[in-house]
Nanobody, 117 residues
Framework: QVQLVESGGGLVQSGGSLRLSCAAS????????MGWYRQAPGKQRELVAV???????NYADSVKGRFTISRDNAKNSVYLQMNSLKPEDTAVYYC???????????WGQGTQVTVSS
């Protein structure tokens, strides 16, 4: 019903920046939240940032002040600007979308972010 496609991942040096994009398509009626999660090897998937329909945002403490989430409702897209990247930010980043009235969220396939020291 809904497909999410991430882009923008890659290899960057410590202190560098990347901008992730996620475009949603399909049977989209009303978006409740869009967000980004990440999962590093041997670790649980964790919330990085989320933006709610009204525009409020939440960030993991580890990225607060460095990452910024935004979205374009007209394009059904969400973005994650990542600055001052650290090696510990290395992970697969997944786009997440929740629709109003739906219990099961949608996930993208993930995009690899690797930060070298």
């Amino acid at each position: 019903q809904v497909q999410l496609v991430e882009s923008g991942g890659g290899l960057v040096q410590s202190g560098g920046s990347l901008r992730l994009s996620c475009a949603a398509s399909g049977s989209i009626f009303s978006i409740y939240t869009m967000g980004w999660y990440r999962q590093a090897p041997g670790k649980q998937r964790e919330l990085v940032a989320v933006i709610i329909s009204g525009g409020d945002t939440n960030y993991a403490d580890s990225v607060k002040g460095r990452f910024t989430i935004s979205r374009d409702n007209a394009k059904n897209s969400v973005y994650l600007q990542m600055n001052s990247l650290k090696p510990e930010d290395t992970a697969v980043y997944y786009c997440n979308l929740a629709l109003v009235g739906r219990r099961i969220p949608y996930w993208g396939q993930g995009t690899q972010v690797t930060v070298s020291s």
